[in-house]
Structures are given as C-alpha cells and as structure tokens.
C-alpha cells in the first residue's frame, strides 16, 4: 500500500487532455513539493515536474502539474502515443524519520 | 557526461547478504545527496535509502531499516548499499539516483539498474 495515492490506470486517445491525480497527507503533499516522474517501458524513471509545477528543460509543455492542499494532479495535453508510460508522484515525508514516499503509479494508456 | 552506473546485483539465497554498488561521473559527487530507490517486477516505485553529500545524515525505509546501510565514498565517486538478511520481498530493480540541488530536491538522474533476485 503506497503512501501516496494514484489511480492504477488512465487512458484517452491521440489529442486528448488526460490528468492523473495523487493523494497525499499534510505530512508529506501537504507540507512538502511534489514531484512527477515517467517511466517509459523497460527504462528508468525520468524527471518530469518539480517543485509542484516546474518542467526541467527539455520536457514539454505538454505536460502541466498543480498542487491544492493535500492532492496534486499531472497533466498532459494534445496526447501523444509516445506518453504512454507509467507516472508516479513523490513528495518528502514529515514523518517521525525521514523519508521519500511515491505513489503506486499510474499507467497511461494512449488508445 | 553526467551518469550513474550501478553494479553488485545478482541472485541470493534468502537470509544472504549483496552488496551493491553505483559510480558516479560527470559531476562533483560529494556535492550531491544520494538515495537507493527499488522496484520489484512488475510493481511500482518504492525508495529505500538517503544519504547527505557528506554522509552524515542518513534515513531509510521502514521495510529495510536493520537489514540494508547505505554509504558512501566521496574519494572513489561512489554509493554503496548493503544488504544483508535477504527476503524473497527484497527481489527488485535497484536505482541508484541523485537527489539534485538545482531541480530542488528532485530526483534527476537515474542509473540504469541493477537486478536483486531473492531465490531459494
């Protein structure tokens, strides 16, 4: 069980806008940046939001993220058949001792 | 170029011991703190370890905490993880991953991976 909450799974076709939301508690998404990475198949992870809402050069604007409170949600735009991948949030916890928790990931389908 | 090169995985029996290694290029290593993140076949991501640029300050996983240090040695650009009382749980991808300073904190670069199997 994550500590971070995601939906398993997301799909939309060609064009399309999709978001993926992520669940947190004031101890980590509350009180701490989120960060979004994509994990395209068989590769490691890659960075792709930070700071909430900050794309490290060479992302695409096409993806956008936000934070309110406790939740945070990815965005792509104008969905391409290159973005699926699986997408997973993070965030530092507050916790008795420190840590990093993720969210159990999403997998975007592009149909 | 700036890279991470893990090395050390393998198959174990559960109850043994691994240690696994990551070589750091292309960029002032001790400057950076460093973490382990893992993930099992065909699960999502889970982190394991951090530790600071110097080594002073070093959290981990509740699931790992008594079993796995992580270190590191700053004059060899280098990050360690061992692991020690094996479980068919710890099987996994193990990534070695900065945690960057320009990006805040995020965790910008990745190696490739090292596989951990945990088999009787």
């Known amino acids: 069980q994550s500590v971070l909450t995601q939906p398993p799974s997301a799909s939309a076709t060609p064009g399309q806008r999709v978001t993926i939301s992520c669940s947190g508690s004031?101890?980590?998404?509350?009180?701490?940046?989120v960060y979004w990475y994509q994990q395209l198949p068989g590769t490691a992870p890659k960075l792709l939001i930070y700071?909430?809402?900050q794309r490290p050069s060479g992302v695409t604007d096409r993806f956008s993220a936000s934070k309110s409170g406790t939740s945070a949600s990815l965005a792509i735009s104008g969905l391409r058949s290159e973005d699926e991948a699986d997408y997973y949030c993070?965030?530092?916890?507050?916790?008795?001792?420190?840590?990093?928790?993720f969210g159990g990931g999403t997998k975007l389908t592009v149909l | 170029e700036v890279q991470l090169v893990e090395s050390g995985g393998g198959l174990v029996r559960p109850g043994g011991s691994l240690r696994l290694s990551c070589t750091a290029s292309?960029?002032?290593?001790?400057?950076?703190?460093m973490n382990w993140v893992r993930q099992a076949p065909g699960k999502g991501l889970e982190w394991v370890s951090y530790?600071?640029?110097?080594?002073?300050?070093?959290y981990s996983a509740d699931s790992v905490k008594g079993r796995f240090t992580i270190s590191r040695d700053n004059a060899k650009n280098s990050l360690y993880l061992q692991m020690n009382s094996l479980r068919d749980e710890d099987t996994a991808v193990y990534y070695c991953v900065r945690e960057g300073a320009f990006y805040y904190r995020a965790f910008d670069i990745w190696g490739q991976g090292t596989l951990v199997s945990v088999s009787s």
């Open positions: 530790i600071s640029g110097s080594g002073n300050t070093i």
């Open positions: 700071r909430n809402d």
């Open positions: 004031n101890s980590n998404v509350g009180s701490n940046y």
């Open positions: 993070a965030s530092w916890d507050d916790g008795p001792s420190g840590r990093w928790v």
């Open positions: 292309g960029f002032t290593f001790s400057s950076y703190t």
